[in-house]
């Protein structure tokens, strides 16, 4: 077989996979959105069977063999031709697939599914014992699963590079470290100037049909085509990327709190956009694809946070928010603005402003190391939750529901998963630094209802390209620099410093 | 390998299948119901991949060797036991996917495809020379396809087989024959009897969201359960079963006329009542299944129509349908059921009613033998299509939309399909006639809302027996005698007598 061959096989099986993928996919979306009470447990099967095809695809022998042929080849001679890009990427993914026994994958998916359920229980009633045990088990297999893919002396490592390609613990720490220091003088900064804004102007009656229409409006006037998607309601909203043509959000309102789908809706808007603007002949293949989940956070957050409270953004939008919701007819243009820029550490992380967010996964990170490392126990996680929380937070959670019970990623074998998020603000704020760069200040557009420049710049430089970079690589080649907090800090100093006036 | 090895793969092969088929349903329901206007060509390639891996599983040549081990085996000494039941089943679907050349296969697949949709184009514009040339191919593919499938001198009895399993072209023949006459003498008679009724009571405003909240009530009243299904609109009404738990139907309401939406939905819910009471146990084995298009068909009539159309339904329904619709507070209750039960031949099978219906399948059944056969051409269609309106219904077409342009089927290279409808009516009042023979005049039930007595003798006697018996032989053993056209003879006689006073 020739290296064109090899190659030639390994792109039809990459593309059949894809579809499999993103039939399952479908299933997934329509279990969160459409499926009946009683349809659960018949779509639990039907993903399992195609999870167990899916994992036979991806340890199929003939991937190895052909990738043999076709690495070293000239085909590859490129580094960033598709092909090369591709060929890395599978590489990769073959890898990591066949380093971990089946048994252990399986043990994993089950004990993962049994956390999840527990862990839904557990929170419900405050009960820590409860979800204990099946979240040691879950960690043990986590550090079975690390070794078997490998890693240099630092467990972590193996798991961060599930969902952030190429990046290891010692960059994260360097990027966290400096970041911690600069948030709280910020916040106390932000403190130190007055009383919190109030947030009442996002509290009161917002008729959720009202609410629906306006983030169908704002949704499509910041670039996403809703002819190539859906908006649909969700308990946990969510952005699934079906193909090219169908990429759907889900969001859920409060009729009393106009922030949460507001918000919620311009952050799937953001990583909705990103999918849509994929390079579609690359479909299928690593070279079409998101290279990271701290990638495609960093467009949630930037089309959330750094266009969506932005005060460039409310000129253009205010005026249609006061048109949609009667409870805005006297409000303040400033008022408002504060209100969606409010900042006050608080205990649930997904309730969290821009500013106190990232402390919550500040140290989550640090608790995910040492779990890995050996060096914090399962049993002991409550404490240590409760002591970062007081030192990165200043505050004391009441029960465990609020504190180390909050989050789902455990109970579901997600630990590696929490660095991106903040990942993914550090990159938007870099991303737009570079973008107004090039492109001149954004906001002045954004105030006309211009979106288009700052897409432009993002679908040349970042939607276009694809996986063509691991996530690191892209920034370094977007903005001329390895990522740095300090776009980020400088970011929000500004913003704040105007609001408040230092 | 030991019979009992032999059948547990065979077994375990049919049931993966089956979650893979249930998920390409999840895909075509979403299809026709919710994905975004892009998203149609991506979809196309997702259940083109989903179809290309069913194939390959169908035509695996492991299943031809353990069929061999386990038949003659006592494995399948009960020949109505779920075992042997299904070694049949498998058996008849193996040598029907691997008698057909692949080539040929994928040329019909791609000919239907194209078909429908020049079809479309050419019903739009009245165009039959457009369409003429896609629809000989396709039958000169099914001529091909019928002599693969192997036959005993009658292609016909090939395709028919594909959708009613067992039955022959003779069986049709000699069942449609003596329903022509029976059907214009009763024709004759119900206009001897003075002007049509008027269908004026269903003509008029009827609110969109208040038939979709009657259909809901009535759906759930007849025992269509909305916990383990959905009711969404569609532009060609459907019933999806997709698994024990989720059977969704979806209908389509028209303002002007509530007798589209009402009729729809009754007919979709039959669909729908008999695929929720399959036996789940058996679900993923032709055990669990229903065993021809007539069979599901029957379901669906029944509930459309000996039930939904008959006095005592409406004794339950009329103060619902007054309550729901402002346009019915001062129709009579006679002048309602009349209307239900209006008969005038017209030229379009889908708005034809009950009586006149079968006259438009009985002319096709005799078309599609001819094609077959090589007595008629393609070319030749469209003024055979003509002779028989005029022959059956005494009407002439004023254009071919209305005439041999009017259905989808034979675009889609679905021949042998007509018949089914005929033979569901004729079921549906057989099964009928015994269900009344056993538990007693059902329309008292039905006045009183009750529908148990007929769902639970439904459900012993055809829904749990699932595909245990071929179509014909299920009849037998439910009703004692084989398929018999007098019982649907004497119903129709009996309710149109009764309401028109001969």
Request: net charge negative.
């Amino acid at each position: 077989m020739t290296p064109e061959q090899a190659y030639g096989w390994l792109k039809a099986h990459s593309i059949e996979t894809s579809y499999l993928v993103s039939a399952a996919e479908v299933l997934a979306w329509d279990q969160r959105t459409m499926i009946p009470p009683k349809g659960g447990p018949h779509r639990a099967e039907q993903i399992a069977v195609l999870a167990k095809l899916l994992h036979e695809r991806a340890t199929d022998k003939r991937i190895g063999d052909y990738l043999v042929i076709v690495e070293g080849s000239p085909i590859v001679a490129d580094a960033l031709s598709p092909e090369a890009v591709n060929v890395r990427e599978w590489r990769r993914s073959y890898d990591k697939s066949t380093r971990i026994p089946t048994p252990l994958a399986v043990e994993l998916a089950r004990t993962a599914a049994e956390g999840e359920t527990v862990w839904e229980g557990a929170r419900r009633d405050d009960d820590w014992p409860r979800f204990e045990p099946v979240l040691a088990r879950i960690a043990a297999l986590l550090v079975e699963k690390a070794d078997a893919l490998g890693h240099g002396g630092e467990r972590y490592d193996a798991l961060l590079d599930e969902y952030e390609a190429g990046t290891t613990t010692v960059e994260i720490a360097a990027l966290f470290g400096g970041l911690r220091p600069a948030l709280t003088g910020l916040l106390d900064r932000i403190r130190g100037a007055g009383a919190s804004p109030a947030r009442s102007p996002l509290v009161g009656g917002f008729p959720l049909d009202a609410q629906e229409a306006f983030s169908r409006e704002i949704g499509a006037a910041i670039g996403y085509d809703l002819a190539a998607g859906r908006i649909d309601l969700s308990a946990h909203p969510f952005t699934i990327g079906i193909g090219p043509g169908d990429v759907r959000i889900t969001t859920r309102f409060q009729e009393d709190f106009l922030g949460a789908g507001l918000f919620g809706s311009l952050h799937e808007a953001g990583h909705a956009i990103y999918e849509q603007r994929l390079p579609s002949a690359h479909w299928g293949t690593p070279r079409g694809q998101v290279p990271s989940l701290g990638m495609h956070e960093s467009q949630s957050r930037l089309w959330e946070n750094l266009v969506g409270r932005s005060a460039g953004f409310w000129r253009f939008a205010f005026p249609k928010a006061r048109a949609a919701f009667r409870s805005l007819a006297r409000v303040p243009f400033d008022a408002f603005l504060l209100a969606v820029n409010a900042v006050e550490p608080s205990l649930v992380r997904v309730e969290a402003d821009e500013v106190t967010y990232n402390l919550h996964i500040l140290f989550r990170f640090e608790l995910e190391v040492d779990l890995l490392r050996g060096d914090l126990r399962v049993a002991d996680l409550p404490e240590a939750w409760d002591e970062k929380t007081r030192a990165y937070l200043g505050l004391r959670a009441p029960d465990r529901r609020s504190g180390v019970l909050q989050d789902v990623h455990w109970s579901a074998g997600l630990v590696g998963y929490f660095p991106t998020y903040t990942l993914g603000n550090l990159y938007a704020a870099q991303l737009f630094a570079a973008a107004e760069a090039a492109a001149g200040p954004l906001e002045e557009s954004f105030a006309r209802g211009e979106f288009e420049p700052l897409l432009d710049w993002l679908e040349r430089n970042v939607h276009a390209r694809g996986g063509t970079y691991r996530p690191r690589d892209l920034i370094r080649a977007t903005c001329g620099a390895p990522p740095d907090a300090r776009h980020f800090v400088d970011y929000l100093t500004a913003k704040h410093g105007a609001l408040r006036g230092f």
